[in-house]
């Protein structure tokens, strides 16, 4: 596949990578109206599924440039003495499951079961620490954090992506339709996602917070981009573009 493309020439280079400035430059300066879809967004899904007892309108600045985002506060109580313990009970169980099954007859599936222990024992050492403190959990600080940093995340991918895909890719063309897909998916996606969180913690309990950040959080937004990147490695050149 990378045989296929042709080599970048210093045109090319400079060409996208003035085109890239462009777009973060463009991306920053609509930053603020982001922040209103998102708002409208959570004020729109609120209505349509309640779940919070008020949203705050906070706001932040992201490099200079002020944001004023909607949060929602839910309001949730610390687990109970019996969950705590079921949950305890239930994940250890599953652990020593799976470490008694000979490390040879997971064959391909090995990455994925110690992925999994990871996660299982995280998930043990946060009952491990509800046993001894239950701190208070701030939805609206938790949402706000995650927003920023997506919004962050979106000036830093238009250069990460040129870095990684535009420098070889023979054509601007090319990177600027991967970058804008890019910027697409995390100008839409975070405001859905921090709110599936909120209704997964609020279903089950603050206890699943770590499993629920790791696998639903930054990495899940990093995820879709290698997808994006290996979907944009896939196109062919044509006539020389």
Same mark, same amino acid.
């Not at 599924?49 to 944001?67: E, T």
């Not at 995820?223 to 044509?238: E, R, T």
């Given at each position: 596949?990378?045989?296929?493309? !042709? ?150 991918? !238009? ?83």
């Amino acid at each position: 596949m990378l045989e296929s493309l !042709p080599r970048p020439g210093f045109i090319n280079i400079a060409t996208s990578l003035l085109l890239t400035l462009a777009i973060t430059c463009l991306t920053w300066l609509v930053l603020p109206w982001i922040g209103e879809l998102w708002s409208l967004c959570i004020t729109w899904s609120e209505e349509s599924v309640p779940m919070a007892s008020s949203i705050d309108h906070k706001a932040a600045s992201v490099l200079g440039r002020s944001v004023v985002l909607a949060v929602p506060v839910v309001e949730l109580l610390p687990p109970s003495r019996i969950w705590l313990y079921t949950v305890a009970i239930y994940t250890g169980a599953t652990l020593l499951s799976i470490a008694m099954v000979p490390q040879r007859s997971w064959g391909v599936y090995l990455p994925l079961a110690i992925a999994v222990v990871l996660l299982i024992a995280i998930q043990l050492i946060a009952c491990f620490c509800a046993v001894f403190s239950t701190p208070a959990w701030n939805s609206s600080l938790y949402v706000m954090n995650g927003l920023l940093s997506s919004l962050r995340f979106l000036l830093v991918v !238009p250069f990460a992506l040129w870095a990684t895909y535009g420098i070889w890719a023979g054509s601007w063309r090319r990177l600027v339709g991967a970058q804008l897909i890019a910027c697409w998916f995390l100008a839409v996606f975070p405001p859905f996602q921090y709110l599936s969180h909120l209704l997964l913690i609020r279903a089950g309990s603050t206890l699943f917070l770590p499993v629920v950040h790791i696998l639903l959080g930054s990495f899940l937004q990093v995820s879709v981009l290698i997808a994006i990147y290996g979907y944009a490695v896939s196109w062919q050149p044509k006539d020389g573009q």
